[in-house]
């Protein structure tokens, strides 16, 4: 297995008495998208802020490319880009000039600084906008300048936080757009709390609630976590339910209505192919199947829940 | 570290602020050096025949470097109050600690490009008593010394003013208190003349411009200077960097 990019060990911050982040471990793979996914004030932000070197943690370590992020503090950092969840911006200067700058002060040669900003520029596609003032763009574009400046010097990894928060449907599927291409280039962690976005997203995910990794899994795993046991169908003659329910793995069949029922299986023994042989056989004219499948949502509740009760 | 520098100043100069400042000084100190050539025009012909008496640069130049020294007290705290106090109240700060500078690149930066200003604006006061030089003769030394002067103290003055920024989230509060404190070291050694005010004559910000201005370049005055300076920028490093351990 190759060296993670970026690696934390025991991560633990307190703000007085209070325990924003516990006790903390995980890694990013090169390519991954990390989504950290977690309910309001669940400590997603401030562990963001540790990763990015904003706030240094009250206990553990963080290793970025090989470098300790606390004792190599500039080696470290030169390998990260991150976007707060309030882009930081010089709003008086226009776009190209503060891109410049941030070139400048992530220490891109200024032989080199030209071609990174022309790049970022692109890639962002803010070309219309290169010579406004940041202050009279709208939120999405002022977004945008947010994600370019944290990918100018090509870092190793990209920190994003909740960086759809507050925009339009629009922009929101824009900055998703973008996200993707930079997730083709770079490592990218990801916090937010809307769960279709990690779903779209990321590859890996991590659920955090009140400062503690409750959940770490790959996408596919999570949707194995949703993928609930029971079926949809519509059938245009049905037979009666007690034909239905002596089905192989069958367990209980609910009666919906227009000829609609839903078939409870046992996880283990999917009877979607005996139900479609057995249609065809007995002409109960199948007109709809669906596997039901659980939200990220109820997921996500399920887990959190859980998690409050013991 | 240059970099900040530069994007400090430029960043100045594209807010009306700077430029108000600027023209405002420059016109209420221009006026100030008309009414010192004034009296000087009017006293000439007396002091023309006492040997040693005071000359064109004791007379106008030097009062004015002295207004000048008066008036930046009142300036300075505003514009350091946006160096750090509007960086964090537009949370652009992350920008700069997330970006490979140590702590003190960035209090560096921010402290040339705000003194580098301020040096322009030494330079526009001193070229009022410099164009007399058309009609007259005048104490380069002397003048020298007294720009030497203002040019530590205001480093002083934005070291304090950085320190007081990088306290507090709202520029309005920084400005108060950076003008609080600037004033009261300026009023420090009024506090009677006792033998116990050694020490606050010696703290003064203003006992130690008057030698310089009287053309008396000691030392102990400029390592004063340059300590305030060095004290408060190591100071503003340190609080800024224990913050992310807060």
């Known amino acids: 297995m190759p060296e993670p990019l970026l690696t934390s060990r025991e991560l633990s911050r307190r703000f007085g008495d209070n325990t924003a982040v516990n006790n903390v471990s995980f890694s990013i793979q090169k390519g991954e998208v990390l989504g950290f996914l977690g309910p309001n004030g669940a400590g997603k932000s401030t562990t963001m802020k540790m990763l990015s070197g904003n706030l240094a943690p009250s206990q553990g370590e963080i290793f970025i490319n090989g470098y300790d992020l606390l004792s190599q503090p500039k080696q470290a950092k030169a390998h990260i880009g991150y976007l707060p969840e309030q882009p930081p911006l010089y709003k008086e200067l226009t776009v190209k000039e503060f891109l ?38 709208s939120k999405g574009f002022q977004q945008r300048v947010g994600i370019a400046q944290a990918i100018i010097h090509a870092p190793a990894v990209v920190i994003l936080d909740e960086p759809t928060s507050g925009l339009d449907p629009i922009q929101i599927r824009e900055i998703r757009q973008l ?4 997730a083709n280039e770079h490592s990218v962690i990801l916090s937010t709390h809307i769960l279709p976005e990690v779903q779209m997203l990321c590859d890996r995910v991590q659920i955090i609630n009140q400062g503690q990794l409750i959940l770490s899994d790959t996408i596919t795993g999570l949707s194995q976590h949703m993928q609930s046991s029971s079926l949809l169908i519509e059938l245009t003659s049905p037979p009666t339910i007690d034909i239905l329910n002596d089905i192989n793995g069958v367990i209980k069949v609910e009666a919906l209505r227009e000829n609609k029922f839903r078939l409870h299986y046992q996880p283990d023994t999917d009877p979607t192919d005996i139900l479609v042989s057995s249609a065809v056989q007995n002409q109960w004219q199948l007109k709809l199947l669906t596997p039901e499948q659980h939200s990220l949502e109820d997921v996500f509740m399920k887990i959190i829940q859980t998690e409050q009760v013991t | ?63 004015l470097l002295n207004n000048a020294a008066t008036i930046l007290l009142l300036i300075t705290p505003l514009i350091t109050m946006r160096l750090i106090a509007e960086e964090r109240r537009n949370e652009s700060l992350p920008l700069l600690l997330s970006a490979p500078l140590s702590m003190s690149q960035i209090v560096l930066g921010k402290f040339i490009g705000t003194f580098c200003f301020l040096l322009l604006l030494v330079i526009l006061v001193s070229l009022m008593p410099l164009s007399l030089t058309v009609g007259s003769n005048l104490d380069f030394g002397l003048l020298l010394s007294g720009m030497l002067g203002l040019t530590l103290l205001l480093s002083s003055f934005t070291a304090i003013g ?4 990088s306290l507090t989230k709202q520029p309005a509060i920084a400005s108060m208190t950076t003008f609080a404190s600037l004033f009261l070291l300026w009023i420090i ?23 310089l201005l009287q053309g008396e370049v000691n030392s102990s005055d400029i390592s004063y200077y340059l300590i305030v300076t060095t004290l408060f920028l190591i100071v503003t490093i340190h609080h800024l960097d224990s913050e992310r351990l807060k």
């Open chain 2, 1 to 63: 570290m240059l970099t900040l520098a530069k994007n400090e100043l430029y960043r100045l100069f594209l807010s009306p602020l700077a430029w108000i400042i600027l023209a405002l000084t420059q016109l209420i100190l221009a006026y100030l050096f008309l009414t010192h050539i004034d009296y000087f025009v009017q006293i000439q012909a007396k002091i023309a025949t006492i040997p040693g008496a005071p000359g064109l640069t004791e007379l106008v130049a030097i009062p």
């Open chain 1, 179 to 182: 996200i993707r291409d930079v």
């Open chain 2, 189 to 211: 050694d009024w506090a009677g003349n006792s033998e116990s005010s050694g020490l606050f004559s010696w703290l003064s910000l203003l006992r130690h411009y008057q030698p």
């Open chain 1, 100 to 137: 410049s700058f941030c070139a400048q002060i992530n220490q891109i040669p200024s032989s080199k600084a030209k071609l990174a900003v022309d790049t970022v520029i692109e890639r962002c596609g803010l070309d219309n906008v290169t010579k406004r003032l940041i202050a009279n763009l």
């Open chain 2, 162 to 165: 950085l320190f007081l920024s």
